[in-house]
């Protein structure tokens, strides 16, 4: 793993440096194997990184995305982390359907909501169960209690090592989500962080020493690039490792 701490002055130049990193990843991996692959997050600090993606001219039709995770809500529903990439982004450029690859969630139960998200993947990637594919890039967010994707401090989601998809919980309210180790298989895992609200947070995930399963952020640990890109307000006075 090679880890990478950026601290941008604001918002604005986080977007920007996200951009410019992923166009860049976006080249190479369609360069390397026609076609490129990303994970998104939910949240409000993608969501211009989104936009901007949205103004540039790119190859649609090599690009696939993913949720990292989702709510377990209808996809049109205020809380969808699907409606909120496909208002800020996809539905705004000429994207295959078939390159949106949004986990579902008309299931009555999650759990078979996930085993289906899976089986999906494993048929795109070609992979067995129990295997790990690599998207080219993860984005991820981090919350104030260094939650990431729909892991949670403490919950059953951050045992699950076997698997690519399971269901999340957060004060019972069901979500699906990336496992730790399937986005440890990433070949680049990219946070973004804003906000002085994430300092405490940040400086446990940073710490040399600290509980994975009640700062679950720490558990990411990709087999390829780590990348954290923070705003000021996030970054300032960090100590990075």
């Not at 190859?59 to 995770?69: E, L, Q, Y």
Request: proline share 7%.
């Amino acid at each position: 793993m090679s880890k990478k701490v950026e601290v941008l002055t604001d918002r604005a130049a986080l977007v920007s440096q996200a951009l410019e990193l992923i166009i860049s990843k976006m080249e190479t991996a369609i360069a390397e194997q026609g076609r490129f692959t990303i994970a998104l997050a939910g949240g409000s600090t993608p969501k211009p990184l989104y936009e901007a993606i949205a103004s540039q001219n790119l190859p649609w039709d090599k690009i696939h995305v993913f949720w990292g995770d989702e709510r377990y809500v209808p996809p049109d529903h205020p809380d969808s982390n699907q409606l909120m990439a496909r208002n800020a982004w996809l539905d705004r450029v000429e994207i295959p359907t078939a390159n949106i690859h949004s986990m579902p969630t008309d299931e009555a139960d999650p759990a078979m909501a996930a085993a289906k998200y899976e089986k999906h993947l494993q048929e795109f990637f070609h992979s067995s169960p129990g295997e790990f594919p690599s998207l080219d890039v993860v984005l991820l967010g981090m919350g104030d209690d260094a939650h990431t994707a729909s892991l949670f401090p403490h919950t059953a989601a951050l045992k699950v090592k076997d698997k690519l998809i399971t269901v999340g919980n957060k004060d019972d309210n069901q979500r699906l989500t990336f496992t730790y180790p399937f986005i440890n298989a990433a070949r680049c895992v990219m946070f973004l962080a804003t906000g002085a609200n994430k300092k405490p947070a940040l400086a446990q995930v940073f710490a040399p020493t600290a509980d994975d399963l009640a700062y679950p952020t720490r558990l990411i640990q990709p087999k390829g690039e780590l990348l954290w890109l923070l705003d000021a307000a996030a970054g300032s006075d960090l100590n990075k490792g």
